[in-house]
């Protein structure tokens, strides 16, 4: 079940700051507090889903869409299209999921190597 308390709907209800890079209507992108290289961005959509399969199997199409469209708005944003990047979800335990809110870390910004 969606744990309401988790970091990211905390910042999702502007209870907690984040370094926004970029919000709409259904996303928000933001600078990770940690990061595991030069360009390290995660973007969450503005439901409650804990990982990728809620997401894609519980979400209105429409919500999917935009997620992900703002995702790719938000790489050419970072002008990172053409060195190239990394994209990661990490899901569960096995995953090492640490925040149960689903999200995509964006990582760039150097030759990302045996990273998250
Ligand atoms: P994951 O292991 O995929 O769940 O990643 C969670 C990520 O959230 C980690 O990279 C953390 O550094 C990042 N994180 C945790 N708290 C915050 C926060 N308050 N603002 C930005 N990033 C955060």
Same mark, same amino acid.
């Given at each position: 079940?969606?744990?309401?308390? %988790?970091?990211? &709907? =905390? #910042?999702?209800?502007?209870? @907690? $700051?984040?370094? *926004? ?12 507090? %940690?990061?595991? &290289? =030069? #360009?390290?961005?995660?973007? @969450? $959509?503005?439901? *409650? ?68």
């Amino acid at each position: 079940m969606y744990d309401n308390n %988790n970091i990211f &709907a =905390k #910042i999702l209800r502007k209870e @907690i $700051p984040c370094d *926004k890079v970029y919000e709409d209507e259904f996303s928000l992108f933001f600078n990770d507090i %940690n990061p595991q &290289a =030069k #360009i390290h961005v995660l973007g @969450i $959509p503005k439901i *409650k889903c804990e990982n990728f399969s809620d997401f894609v199997s519980k979400t209105d199409d429409k919500i999917i869409n935009e997620f992900f469209k703002s995702l790719n708005l938000v790489i050419n944003k970072l002008n990172i299209k053409e060195k190239g990047y990394r994209l990661v979800s990490n899901t569960g335990d096995d995953g090492g999921q640490e925040v149960p809110h689903f999200h995509i870390h964006i990582l760039a910004g150097e030759k990302i190597v045996g990273i998250k």
